[in-house]
């Protein structure tokens, strides 16, 4: 469905002064591809680039360098009506927080009936069916149709949100974290929600989120961003089960689940700049593997049969349960703990 190829985006770093030129690697040569039906899921900290890959995956983002691909052809390359035409319809977007991306003035009839407006979508009478069907499958009643969103619940408005993005029947849905702004009690029904939209309406999703142990139960596929760099890409078991890279064992390790007795691992000291990221491999100055090689050049990339691919000098053998004794010469600003 969508496949980026080599794609880096770089922002203009704010506030300027002295460093007026520098610029922010938001993303860095990201490959990634999105099948029909598929649940994608994006992990990795704060500021690595979740968002930027998922404004790039929606066209919101034109790549500054590299290629995105619609159904094999290149969305740039496009013309900009047939884009908006035949990609917008193609591809939903959820965003984080629904009190925001709602327009407060507009009913719920009319948020979800302005796509099929803009989009000259049947006849007047099927656009107002498709807007009672959609409400319907978002599990929300028809007087909902006349509230505005500042009179809904915030989990409501999620709803709403979601119904809009599915308004003009997509084949995949980003949603950037859907139900972080969400109390956590109704978290688990915009969750339960989304999984049966897919399996209802064989979507693909690509789906982002801090609660690493929802993603990586409910994804197929995930892509784990450090620092702009997708590190580690595979089946969900996998990637989260066998990391490969040191800093997906760190990142699932630091979510121990109830069943299995993991090794905590802490990253301490702070994420690198993303204005001035470290040579090599991002990961190296906090990596308790790291040595002279990893800061030569970004690792190639190793694959398995599955598909799980990597990028790293010092790959965690993919047998066994993973233990590393900390070295003596280990980074004070990385330590080790068992919990
Ligand atoms: N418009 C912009 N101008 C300058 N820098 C930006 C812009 N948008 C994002 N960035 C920077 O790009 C990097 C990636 O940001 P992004 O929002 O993609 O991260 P994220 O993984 O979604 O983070 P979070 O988990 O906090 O949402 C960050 O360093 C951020 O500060
Ligand atoms: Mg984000």
Redesign the pocket.
Known sequence: MIRLENVHVR????GGGLFRHDS?H??TDATLEVAKGEIVGLV????????????VLTGLQKPTEGTVRFRGEDLWKMPAARRRKEFGASVGVVFQDPSTALNPRMSVGRVLRDPLDVHDRGTEREREERVGELLDLVGLPGHTLRALPGQLSGGQRQRVAIARALALEPDVIVA??PTSALDVSVRAQVLNLLVDLRARLGLGMVF?S?DIQTVRHLADRLAV?YL?RIVEEGPARGVSAAPVHPYTEALFSATPSLLEHTERIILTGPVPS?VNPPSGCPFRTRCWKADDACATAFPAPDSAPDGHRWHCVHPLTQDGPPSHPVPSAFPAHTARSTS
């Open positions: 922002h203009k770093a704010r922010v938001a993303l990795g900290e704060s500021g690595c680039g979740k968002s930027t890959l998922a404004r950037d974290e982002i801090h961003l702009g993303a």
